[in-house]
């Protein structure tokens, strides 16, 4: 599903952000993305978004080599990566329900079509009661699962998180990781980034340790 | 948030809808939009282009009228020549007109009126009757397009002293003068619409980087670069709407008021004469149609300017 060959980042004429990557990411798998501040995770993420290209080698998603794809193709493939962000992202004058129901509507969807879905899946994320609160009055854990429920409206093939947990508690830190376990179970493919040592000791995934813009694969 | 049992979306919710909004909100929220600056500029730049237009057609129309008017009369002038008998002379010239296919009637004027037309330059009271002036034969014409006038002048040849004016110079100087102030008028437009869209221009690039978090989302969620420039554009759709329709009210009230000023500080009889000579100022059906075709042309225009500024700020951002 995701491939890396050779990759290489930097940005303009500087150093090298990441460097040499080459790995496989199976379907359906669950992957730690960690590392120390300034090693590349969200530079990693941003490839795997499609919203950078790297400045050498190729990466390959869901089997094509992503340098040949134009602008629309590459819309197209990012409408099945769905992404959580550190600091939510969430549009302050939509409510909870339509910024979830973004990726929808983006998509052409007509309200009466997706509005049950996403009330349900607001209600699974426990905003069943907040629908028509803006992203003003939501805690920092209410957004973050927002956020997330946005991420996944779509159903997307591979989810990836910059820092999910990095605004709120550790207890909630615990129930959004449990939260994305069972989007993998579901068969999403999901890639996590986080430096928090106390979460990845409490899940069995397997971790991609980047250090000095080199990856190395545990567990 | 206890469970954690994926929904299959089978759409039922119970969710009664209460207290939710009656349509999902725009993704590009007015308030982000320069709205008000730039519905004003609309305005200005709507009302500056009726009153271009609305001079224009003003201006049109009475060239034509005028040009019509004169054009339906020729004079034919006969001087006071040596062993010549005047009167006879014009009975001749006035039955020669009578007789010319397209002349629907022919009238020598009398000495008294032929005197009273020299008081604006020789002043009242004056004794004319030891001078021999020329005398004129007002000819009207039924069709002028249809009126044989080179038979007529060939005919005047027969009278001594005669000579026929058909006002081509006047007319001619009357087209080029209505042509020069309509194509001036037709320049500001064109120079109206630039800057317009000039303006919307920067308005649009102004909108897009304030906007740009909106962007960036919609990008990153999929959106494509059309479905963005359309939210946009329905933004700007409408202030272009606002714009151009308090600008065209505000041209049409602008003339009804200079109509009705004009009317109501030029006495009656003045302002006949007035009239005929610089036409009414008096739109007509057709002038207001024109001023308001400019509100959809400008809201048009707007959207458009739009959506191709905000294309290409997408195309060279993202």
Known sequence: MIEFSNVGLRYGQGPEILRDLDFRIEPGSFHFLTGPSGSGKTSLLRLLLLSLRPTRGRVTLFGKDTSSLDNDQMLQMRRHIGIVFQEFRLLDHLTTLENVALPLRVLGEPESSYRANVTELLDWVGLGERLDALPAVLSGGEKQRAAIARAVIARPDILLADEPTGNVDPELSLRLLRLFAELNRTGTTIILATHELALLDSFPFPRMVLTDGQIEFHG | ?318
Do not use: C, Y
């Open chain 2, 1 to 318: 948030m206890a469970e954690f049992t994926l929904p299959r979306f089978t759409g039922f919710t119970g969710f009664s809808g209460f207290n939710s909004r009656d349509r999902a909100a725009a993704i590009v929220p007015e308030r982000s939009v320069t709205g008000r600056t730039l519905v004003l500029l609309i305005a200005i730049m709507t009302f500056l282009m009726g009153v271009t237009l609305g001079g224009v057609v003003l201006v049109q129309k009475s060239a034509i009228a005028w040009s019509s008017d004169v054009g339906r009369e020729v004079t034919i002038q006969i001087r006071p020549v040596q062993g010549e008998v005047m009167e006879s002379n014009l009975r001749t010239a006035v039955a020669l007109a009578q007789a010319t296919p397209g002349v629907a009637g022919a009238r020598a004027l009398t000495l008294e009126e032929s005197e009273k037309l020299l008081e604006p330059w020789l002043g009242s009271g004056l004794d004319l009757s030891a001078i021999d002036i020329p005398r004129l034969v007002v000819v009207e014409l039924a069709d002028p397009a249809e009126a044989d006038i080179a038979k007529l002048e060939r005919d005047l040849a027969a009278v001594k002293g005669a000579s026929l004016d058909t006002h081509a110079a006047w007319r001619q100087q009357l087209n080029v003068m209505a042509g020069t102030i309509v194509a001036s008028g037709l320049l500001v437009l064109a120079l109206i619409v630039i800057a317009t869209v000039l303006a919307i221009i920067f308005a649009t690039r102004g909108t897009m980087s304030s906007n740009r978090e909106i962007v960036d989302v919609l990008h990153f969620i999929g959106a494509s670069n059309s479905f963005i420039a359309g939210e946009f554009q329905g933004r700007f759709l409408t202030i272009g709407f606002r714009g151009g329709i308090i600008g065209g009210i505000g041209a049409l009230v602008f003339f009804f008021l200079i109509g009705f000023t004009a009317g109501a500080m030029v006495p009656q009889e003045a302002g006949q004469q007035l009239g005929i000579l610089f036409g009414r100022f008096a739109l007509g059906w057709d002038g207001m149609f024109g001023i308001l075709a400019v509100v959809p042309v400008i809201a048009a225009v707007t959207a458009i300017t739009s959506r191709l500024t905000v294309r290409r700020f997408l195309q060279t951002t993202s």
